[in-house]
């Protein structure tokens, strides 16, 4: 009895958590890049409740032992690293990665981050940042009234009203050998970590475009979480009622003890 109490506590608590990561991921369905994030589950340790050579509980010679589970628990939480859908903006500063990568970002202590989300902007010093301020490790932009040009293989160009073509370098991207393993900072920003490996800074390769005049939009589908709202609201009040009846079952046994 009491290992049924505590194998429904831990799915209480394991469905709670399935519930704020579904939230999470609803609340974030209109964040440029985000991805969304998916809980994995795993079981608890198994107890030996009857084996050879107990004498409380002893099986037979031939039979193998009998062992109960202690409950759930939370695995991890995996992020979702599919593309979104790209939304057509029409935006020169609005960039968008097709394939694997992220924009490189400069932080105020001179370390690096990276995002997904390309809704950049030119600060008063002709730079390119974030929508929080964070500069691009790229060449500053013309003083003069300009338009700008970044191909799919990352080379950026500004054109001045006089026509005259500057070559501000390439836009190179950060690629990592397990982009799941970075550690999330908030404000769309990541770092690496030991679980991603060092940043692989290089243009964009063969399978990765970077596309201009478009934001990528976060790949979080509302019907499926939705569906895994409602399914994680059912199995946590299943738990509740299990915990319920567990506790009229010792309330009768304590009863009859009187």
Request: glycine share 8%.
């Amino acid at each position: 009895m009491l290992r049924a109490i505590s194998n429904a506590t831990s799915a209480l608590l394991a469905q709670q958590q399935k519930l704020d990561v579904t939230a999470h991921n609803i609340a974030n369905l209109n964040t440029t890049g985000f991805k969304k994030k998916e809980l994995l589950f795993r079981d608890l340790i198994y107890q030996e409740i009857a084996g050879r050579g107990r004498a409380v509980v002893p099986t037979a010679e031939n039979q193998k032992p009998v062992s109960s589970g202690t409950g759930v628990a939370m695995l991890a939480i995996r992020p979702d690293l599919s593309d979104g859908n790209y939304l057509e903006t029409g935006r020169e500063l609005d960039l968008a990665i097709s394939g694997p990568g992220y924009f490189r970002v400069i932080l105020p202590d001179g370390s690096e981050a990276y995002t997904r989300a390309g809704d950049f902007r030119k600060d008063s010093e002709g730079f390119l940042v974030t929508a929080q301020g964070y500069q691009l490790p790229l060449q500053q932009l013309p003083a003069e009234e300009h338009s700008l040009k970044i191909t799919a293989d990352g080379y950026v160009t500004a054109i001045t009203a006089g026509g005259e073509i500057v070559d501000l370098g390439r836009l190179e991207l950060a690629y990592f050998d397990n982009p799941a393993g970075l550690l999330n900072l908030g404000q769309n920003l990541f770092a690496s970590s030991p679980a991603s490996g060092p940043a692989r800074i290089a243009p964009p390769q063969e399978r990765t475009v970077i596309r201009q005049g478009y934001l990528e939009n976060a790949n979080v589908e509302l019907s499926a979480e939705m569906t895994s709202l409602l399914t994680s609201q059912r199995n946590f009040a299943l738990m509740s009622r299990s915990l319920r009846t567990f506790d009229e079952m010792m309330d009768i046994a304590n009863n009859m003890r009187r």
